[in-house]
Structures are given as C-alpha cells and as structure tokens.
Nanobody, 115 residues
Framework: QVQLVESGGGLVQPGGSLRLSCAATGSNFRIYAMGWYRQAPGKQRDMVARIINGGTTNYADSVKGRFTISRDNAKNTVYLQMNSLKPEDTAVYYC?????????WGKGTLVTVSS
C-alpha cells in the first residue's frame, strides 16, 4: 500500500511561483511513474505533468515552459515547480503514482492564483 501526501499549495499572485511536493510512503516501492493532475471547479481532472522511470517527462501544453516536474528517487518524492502562474492555473492539484502496476492518488492541495 502506498500513501501520498501533497504539500506546497496556497495563494499566490499572478506571475508568482509555487513549488508542490508529494511524498510517497509505504513499502515495496516499484514506482513506474509519478505525476501531477489538477481539477478546477466544474471541470474534469486533467494531467499537468508526469515523470517516468528513466527521466522522461510529459507536460500539458498549457504549462509547458512554466512548470517543471522533478523526482527524488531516494525520497520517493515528486515536485512540481510552477512559475509565471496565471489565474487559470487555479485548481486542486493531485499527485499520483503508478507503483507495481497500481495507481494511487493523493488527497490534493489547493492552488489559488489571484490578486
């Protein structure tokens, strides 16, 4: 069993930055991929970024050039550095991990971009 704990959300002004963290706890880690999704009010949950074993990364078009995903394998932690934030980035951000073929989700952290 894997538990995910996100942190780093909050209120930021447009143009500002935030760094989200997601730590995976548990045992018998065989992580294939870790990623970030987000869900704005009234909208579906969409992928923001993911990182696969070997370092391959994928980003949503809307965040390319502004967000960077990284991973600390020793800590089983994934990060999302978010720069040049826009009001449309406002959402609950969820971390997920594919471990031993199973998908796990965190409970989410709220990011609000507003002046």
């Amino acid at each position: 069993q894997v538990q995910l704990v996100e942190s780093g959300g909050g209120l930021v002004q447009p143009g500002g930055s935030l760094r989200l963290s997601c730590a995976a706890t548990g045992s018998n880690f065989r992580i294939y991929a870790m990623g970030w999704y987000r869900q704005a009010p009234g909208k579906q949950r969409d992928m923001v970024a993911r990182i696969i074993n070997g370092g391959t990364t994928n980003y949503a078009d809307s965040v390319k050039g502004r967000f960077t995903i990284s991973r600390d394998n020793a800590k089983n932690t994934v990060y999302l550095q978010m720069n040049s934030l826009k009001p449309e980035d406002t959402a609950v951000y969820y971390c997920n991990v594919i471990n031993s073929g199973m998908l796990y989700w965190g409970k989410g952290t709220l990011v609000t971009v507003s002046s």
